[in-house]
């Protein structure tokens, strides 16, 4: 566990301690807890309880060894984020001080052994962030016709060669069994040819699949809205809780922006937008940590009914 969490480093960790101003004490909810980075700032920034969430068992654990220090502050529970209304429930929890959710791949799905999500070393297709649920990869790819895997790869991986990729991919599974992570990399850097550029002919794909696997997408809007819902605001102030989301994809952002905004219109609007565009990490923080250089932070603060 040590070793995975010496892998770790939580991103826009001073943003959101700003953002999510734990230091007002309460119950705070991070919804994709994965190895206790972004929980742990929280609980020494003054969060009163943290209830931590993630569907991946192997992230669980990790986070209970290392937020073990704050013994019964935290509550750690093995669910997905969009279920957190029953999370609470079952908690006896009506109202939160603060809820993140931190939507990208942790360093433990994507250095650990086994998971499948990397193509930097062989290794079986499985890509899903709970290997207790669902079908593997090996196993998608297996049934999934062509035009479907061409609209996976386009839509959720912006892959401009997405049907040449799917049709590569069909092509090979009728040779042999799509089994292995460098095996699928080949055939995919070979459908989209040409020099290599910035990234990995590989990367966009692997990302699409991996999403398509998990279904990330799907219900993040309508559980944005429930999210909301569960902020509370003291009584007698004007606002009150706060929601922020870290997103890695476009389409997760786009779904963030339209939904904040949704919320912040109206006659009786529920949130006050707190970041006008989307907070970045700084050049400093990207150079120490590549992976942050796609993050974006959106937050919003619940108001007042009126």
């Given at each position: 566990m040590a070793d995975e969490q010496a892998l770790h480093i939580p991103v826009l960790v001073d943003e959101v301690r700003t953002f999510l101003a734990p230091e007002r004490g309460g119950v705070f909810?991070?919804?994709?807890?994965?190895?206790?980075?972004?929980?742990r700032l929280v609980l020494d920034a003054g969060a009163t309880r943290l209830i931590g969430v993630d569907r991946d068992p192997q992230a669980l654990a990790a986070a209970r060894a290392a937020l073990a220090p704050f013994g019964d502050r935290v509550t750690l529970v093995h669910a997905d984020y969009r279920t957190l209304d029953a999370v609470l429930d079952g908690l006896g929890v009506t109202a939160v001080a603060g809820i993140l959710l931190d939507l990208g791949v942790s360093s433990l799905q994507l250095d650990g052994d086994g998971r499948g999500f990397s193509f930097r070393r062989d290794e079986p297709l499985d890509m899903r962030m709970d290997q207790s649920q669902g079908p593997t990869l090996a196993e998608r790819l297996a049934t999934v016709e062509e035009r479907e895997l061409a609209d996976v790869i386009f839509h959720l991986g912006e892959e401009r060669k997405s049907r040449r990729v799917a049709?590569?991919?069909?092509?090979?599974?009728?040779?042999?069994?799509?089994?292995?992570?460098a095996q699928l990399a080949a055939i995919v850097r070979r459908a989209v040819g040409g020099p290599w550029q910035r990234i990995d002919p590989a990367t966009r794909t692997f990302q699409a699949l991996r999403i398509w696997v998990n279904d990330e997408l799907d219900g993040l809007a309508s559980c944005i809205g429930r999210l909301i819902a569960r902020l509370q605001v003291p009584a007698g102030e004007v606002t009150g809780g706060r929601l922020a989301i870290i997103s890695f994809h476009s389409l997760?952002?786009?779904?963030?922006?339209?939904?904040?905004?949704?919320?912040?219109?109206?006659d009786?609007?529920?949130?006050?937008?707190?970041?006008?565009?989307?907070?970045?990490a700084t050049a400093t923080e990207t150079a120490a940590n590549?992976?942050?250089?796609?993050?974006?932070?959106?937050?919003?603060?619940?108001?007042?009914?009126?």
């Open positions: 909810v991070d919804g994709t807890v994965g190895l206790g980075g972004h929980a049709r590569a991919i069909v092509e090979a599974r009728r040779q042999a069994p799509l089994t292995g992570t997760e952002d786009r779904t963030v922006k339209h939904v904040f905004r949704a919320e912040a219109q109206g009786a609007p529920r949130v006050r937008v707190l970041t006008k565009r989307p907070v970045e590549p992976r942050a250089r796609s993050a974006k932070l959106r937050v919003v603060e619940r108001r007042a009914a009126a």
